[in-house]
């Protein structure tokens, strides 16, 4: 976890930041390709079928969508359908996504997204700089940008083993 002032990078294609907070571009995108930027609000994700319902919409999920946690990260990880060669999806309030159910269903909401970020992840040669094309913003209160960062490090060992 590397933390700056307006940013813990969980992964280079997560970050944990405050509202008026970022990243530096360079280290969301490629030098070149266009660029697809959803907005979506964690205050719209109470729970597992509102997150499911929220993500389907913002991104266009295919009709097809399974409404369960497989078929969201394939539909999280694919992205294909939406004509771009960079994906940035910023979460706001982010501490709310999925406050409102168990910790397992918050786990697997922010493991899939990881698990998507992780796949759509190159390292760039010679410099050893890792770009992803889909990078996950997770944009909550300052209170909560500890714990939140605090709880993905924890879960992000997990998710390697």
Same mark, same amino acid.
């Given at each position: 976890?590397?933390?700056?002032?307006?940013?813990?990078?969980?992964?280079?294609?997560?970050?944990?930041?405050?509202?008026?907070?970022?990243?530096?571009?360079?280290?969301?995108?490629?030098?070149?390709? *266009?660029?697809?930027?959803?907005?979506?609000?964690?205050?719209?994700?109470?729970?597992?079928?509102?997150?499911?319902?929220?993500? *389907?919409?913002?991104?266009?999920?295919?009709?097809?969508?399974?409404?369960?946690?497989?078929?969201?990260?394939?539909?999280?990880?694919?992205?294909?359908?939406?004509?771009?060669?960079?994906?940035?999806?910023?979460?706001?309030?982010?501490?709310?996504?999925?406050?409102?159910?168990?910790?397992?269903?918050?786990?697997?909401?922010?493991?899939?997204?990881?698990?998507?970020?992780?796949?759509?992840?190159?390292?760039?040669?010679?410099?050893?700089?890792?770009? *992803?094309?889909?990078?996950?913003?997770?944009?909550?209160?300052?209170?909560?940008?500890?714990?939140?960062?605090?709880?993905?490090?924890?879960?992000?060992?997990?998710?390697?083993?």
């Amino acid at each position: 976890m590397k933390e700056e002032t307006s940013a813990i990078h969980i992964a280079p294609w997560m970050h944990v930041i405050t509202p008026g907070g970022g990243v530096p571009l360079d280290e969301l995108l490629s030098v070149s390709g *266009s660029v697809y930027v959803a907005r979506l609000s964690g205050q719209d994700m109470p729970d597992e079928v509102s997150a499911f319902q929220h993500f *389907s919409e913002v991104l266009k999920f295919p009709e097809y969508f399974g409404w369960n946690w497989n078929a969201f990260y394939d539909c999280v990880r694919d992205l294909e359908w939406l004509s771009a060669d960079n994906r940035i999806l910023i979460i706001n309030s982010a501490e709310a996504a999925l406050n409102g159910d168990d910790v397992d269903v918050r786990k697997e909401f922010l493991r899939s997204l990881w698990r998507a970020g992780r796949v759509r992840s190159y390292t760039k040669r010679p410099e050893g700089v890792t770009l *992803s094309q889909l990078s996950i913003i997770l944009s909550c209160a300052e209170e909560s940008v500890s714990a939140l960062a605090k709880q993905l490090e924890k879960w992000q060992c997990e998710w390697l083993e």
